[in-house]
């Protein structure tokens, strides 16, 4: 996928389990948004996992923070879905903040690095 087609994707979260792409697709049409592609990911054993990804078609006359503001808590299958813009994938193939914007991670220590006083009995 080029930098151009994900700049033009959006994230729905709190997507109902039992959503198909029609009621995706059905619900941006009734808002008048045009959309080439609808993807629910699910897991290994073929769950939905309550979100999905949403192309905007390159048509589309609204910018992306229009349609984002627009969609935002729209319902689908009586439950208000959360729409955000979509972050770009990691080299790690995961999307969201890269850790450059956070900072880099603490180094985890040991648990177990407080010396015990030793017991008066040794």
């Given amino acids: 996928m080029s930098k151009q ?3 033009r ?3 729905i979260g709190n997507l109902h389990f039992e959503a198909e792409v029609e009621d995706v697709r059905s619900a941006f049409n009734d808002l008048g948004v045009l959309i080439d592609d609808v993807r629910i990911p699910e897991d290994s054993e073929g769950h939905r996992k309550g979100f999905a990804f949403v192309d905007i ?4 006359p ?3 923070v229009e349609i984002v503001s ?3 808590g729209m319902v689908i299958l009586r439950r208000e879905c959360r729409v955000r813009r979509a972050s770009p994938r ?4 995961r999307r969201g903040r890269s ?6 991670r603490r180094e985890t220590t040991d648990r177990g690095s ?6 008066v009995w040794e």
Avoid: H, K
Wanted: glycine share 6%; aromatic share 4%.
């Fill in 70 to 72: 627009i969609a935002d």
């Fill in 5 to 7: 087609d994900e700049s």
């Fill in 90 to 93: 990691r080299e790690d193939g």
């Fill in 114 to 119: 407080r010396r015990r006083r030793s017991s």
């Fill in 57 to 60: 078609s390159s048509n589309e």
């Fill in 62 to 64: 609204l910018s992306l």
């Fill in 99 to 104: 850790e450059d914007r956070r900072g880099p």
């Fill in 9 to 11: 994707q959006i994230f």
